[in-house]
């Protein structure tokens, strides 16, 4: 899978090639906004971890540039401004996800595999420890064996495994599976959680009362 | 405000000073030039009736004044008395022309006031007796007593008018007015020009005097303009002029202040330091140790060491860099209405898996139906944050904590609280101030979240209480949100 980094600084990006290519990754490195502009009209990249402040030229016009050209391609900003406000611009400008500088690379691989996926580029299934989930086919196993998951329950469990580690708020397993607008029976997330912990197994899948629920990559 | 600033004190005082003085003088000019104009007048109006008195008396010695002349039984033929009368003005304006032509200088006062003053003497017939060589020959005046009339060169001229006890003649004499006009004029440049002469020696010493009044400020202004900009030592407020005492004080004051805080700061630079430079030191020699390792296993373990001294600094520097955000002399920035219960879920969302590493159980409740608030969203999910980070790192594995969000009387009150080892009553407003840690901690941490809770706190005008936590051990830290707005 190629990976287009856009970085000035010399020590972080060295760091982020070393470590996405030990991963799997095809890594191409610029440090320029205009570099990564040419790179990106000649070459087809599954993503691209864009940094803010770029010598040449601000990173969030390399965005726009490259969005109004019509490319769609997940873009993980990285950036040293951590305030709301900094977010909602990002995201404005048509970034897929933010992070923070001092973000620790296991985050951030895990945030750009989600965007991979979600950008259907990856392509196959994924899997939490004995949990395996195939997007295309719509199955998912726990260890080789097939279990049986209505399509809300496979859209809840597809939430849960993406975020791994995570712990998802009833209110955002809502939005993944009926989008803002909405009204949904307050009951129904809980119904689909106790089926599916009926089926994965309650270990599996916990809850955190009064906040949501995790499948925990660690324990898997 | 601008035209205050312009002119000092001294200048101020010294244009009032000198507009009342100016003003009391010049009344006091005005009446007494007033008074002088009467006394003149008055002075005039005499000496113009003596005149005609004398002549009279001149003309007709049976008036009653036995002083002046004798009387006698006969009565003079008072047509020669005049007629040599008439030739003794000539004589002596004779005499005067020849005194100026031989000194040659200008009119004396003598000639001056001959000019001056005329006389007409009639007969009761009215036929002209008697006139000085500058009266006319026509009659000045019908009017007996003070009368006044302009001639034909627009001269004033103020005239008295009399008849003798047989009423056989008619004496008038008359004055020009300008003369008693220049004599007030004299007398009013007398009284004015010392004045006018003396201003600029008023002024003079009323500046004197006022600088040598404002000499305490001088000293003062001295006193602080030749200080180091360290020596924040107060002023000496005992020895200041009353009326400047208040002002010395509130200088005093922020004085005070000001060296509470640079003592702060100092102390702050001189912690950040220390607290920056020993991760650093440690991923150094973590670092140090990694490339020496004999041996896999030594290696990862190195390197283990060197991510906690990577995150410890990470950490460090973002704290440092909240606490410069949340300026003390700031307000509170972007204030919205907030939802507190769903600041609570995201915080807890984002730090249970921490809990759920460790074992420990993490519930939250909310109350339904809470008012919005005023307030940031951001800083209130990291004042959060930090109480649910602290009590899950310094609970022990298995633990439980609790997070609250419910209404109060005064406001929404918002709590964490946990069953680890607590915190001692003693330290419970100790542990607020920066870089304060608990004695024997093993968790990294750098002192800083509880006073960035607190600033954030007071910024939104509440502040973090400690007490002790669930089942009378650990420790709860609340806040109550004050609902100014209800914006439900």
């Known amino acids: 899978m190629q990976l287009l980094i856009v970085e000035d600084d010399a020590l972080l990006g060295a760091g982020l090639r070393a470590a996405l290519s030990k991963l799997g990754f095809e890594v191409t490195w610029v440090r320029s906004g205009k570099a990564a502009l040419d790179v990106l009209t000649v070459d087809e990249f599954v993503a691209m971890i864009l940094d803010i402040g770029l010598p040449d030229m601000d990173g969030l016009e390399v965005l726009q540039k490259l969005r109004t050209s019509g490319n769609t391609m997940p873009v993980l900003m990285l950036t040293a401004r951590d305030t709301t406000r900094d977010k909602v611009v990002c995201f404005d400008y048509g970034a897929d996800d933010f992070l923070v500088k001092t973000t620790d690379m296991e985050e951030l691989v895990a945030r750009l595999r989600a965007l991979i996926r979600r950008s259907g580029k990856g392509g196959g299934s994924f899997s939490v420890g004995d949990l395996k989930l195939d997007p295309q086919a719509h199955t998912v196993t726990k260890n080789g064996v097939p279990i049986n998951v209505s399509k809300r329950e496979f859209d809840v469990l597809r939430a849960l495994m993406e975020g791994a580690g995570r712990v998802l708020t009833r209110s955002q397993l809502e939005q993944s599976l009926y989008g803002w607008s909405r009204n949904v029976d307050s009951n129904a997330i809980e119904v689909h959680i106790h089926n599916l912990r009926l089926k994965i197994g309650a270990k599996t899948l916990k809850t955190v009362r009064g906040v949501g629920y995790t499948i925990s990559r660690t324990e898997l | ?488």
């Open chain 2, 1 to 488: 405000m601008t035209s205050r600033g312009r002119f000092s004190l001294s200048q101020r005082l010294l244009v009032g000073l000198f507009i009342v003085t100016f003003f009391y003088w010049g009344v006091i000019a005005w009446l007494t030039v007033r008074d002088s104009v009467d006394d003149v007048y008055e002075l005039f109006d005499v000496h113009l009736a003596q005149t005609a008195l004398a002549l009279l008396r001149v003309s007709d010695p049976d008036e009653s004044d036995p002083v002046a002349i004798p009387s006698s039984s006969e009565k003079p033929d008072m047509l020669e008395i005049f007629t040599k009368l008439s030739r003794l003005p000539n004589h002596i304006s004779k005499a005067g022309e020849a005194a100026l032509a031989a000194n040659g200088s200008i009119h004396s006062m003598h000639s001056d006031y001959e000019k001056n003053l005329r006389y007409q003497v009639w007969s009761g017939s009215g036929r002209l007796l008697l006139r000085s060589a500058n009266a006319p020959e026509k009659v000045m005046t019908e009017l007996d007593g003070y009368s006044e009339t302009t001639d034909a060169d627009g001269r004033r001229w103020r005239h008295y008018g009399v008849w003798d006890q047989h009423h056989d003649f008619r004496i008038l004499v008359s004055e020009a007015h300008d003369l008693r006009n220049r004599l007030v004029r004299n007398i009013t440049l007398h009284l004015v020009s010392p004045l006018a002469l003396g201003l600029p020696v008023l002024i003079f010493l009323l500046w004197l005097s006022i600088k040598r009044g404002l000499d305490p400020l001088d000293v003062l202004t001295r006193e602080i303009r030749m200080r180091k900009s360290d020596n924040l030592l107060l002023l000496d407020a005992a020895s200041a002029p009353r009326e400047v005492r208040p002002m010395v004080q509130a200088l005093n004051d922020l004085l005070h202040r000001m060296s509470n805080s640079l003592e702060g700061e100092r102390r702050f630079t001189a912690n950040a330091a220390h607290e920056l430079r020993t991760p650093l030191a440690a991923i150094q020699a973590q670092l140090y140790a990694a490339r020496n390792a004999e041996g896999k296993a030594e290696r990862m373990g190195a390197m283990a060491q060197l991510q906690r001294g990577v995150k410890r600094a990470i950490r460090l520097v973002g704290q440092l860099l909240v606490l410069a955000r949340l300026d003390p002399e700031q307000a509170l920035p972007d204030s919205q209405p907030v939802n507190l219960g769903q600041v609570a879920e995201d915080a807890c969302a984002e730090l249970a898996p921490l809990a759920l590493q460790r074992d420990q159980t993490l519930e939250l409740v909310v109350a339904p139906d809470l008012p919005l608030l005023q307030g940031n969203a951001d800083m209130l999910s990291m004042l959060l944050c930090n109480l649910v980070d602290n009590a899950i790192r310094y609970t022990p594995s298995g633990g439980h904590i609790g997070i609250e969000v419910h209404l109060d009387k005064s406001g929404v009150r918002m709590s964490v609280c946990d069953d680890g080892p607590g915190i001692p009553a003693a330290q419970r407003e100790q542990v607020f101030d920066r870089f304060y840690r608990l004695a024997n901690q093993d968790q990294p941490g750098t002192g800083l979240g509880l006073a960035i809770c607190q600033r954030i706190a007071e910024l939104h005008n509440a502040r973090i209480v400690l007490t002790e936590g669930l089942s009378g051990r650990g420790v709860t830290a609340s806040i109550v949100l004050g609902c100014r707005e209800n914006m439900k």
